[in-house]
């Protein structure tokens, strides 16, 4: 399943796996976001 992140103007894709990933990004941590209104997920900012 596909899970959009980053900015809501230009969303990031990434296909989730059972392994961990790592998505580099510019973005400050409060600038970041992921379309939890599409998706039932729970974010944790760290």
């Known amino acids: 399943m596909p899970i959009r992140m980053g900015e809501p103007k230009a ?3 990434i296909r989730l796996t059972a392994d961990w990933q ?3 990004t510019d973005r400050r ?3 970041f976001d992921v ?3 599409l998706y ?7």
């Open 29 to 31: 941590k409060d600038t």
């Open 35 to 37: 379309a939890t209104d």
């Open 22 to 24: 790592i998505m580099k």
């Open 40 to 46: 039932y997920i729970k974010v944790a900012k760290q």
């Open 11 to 13: 969303w990031q894709t």
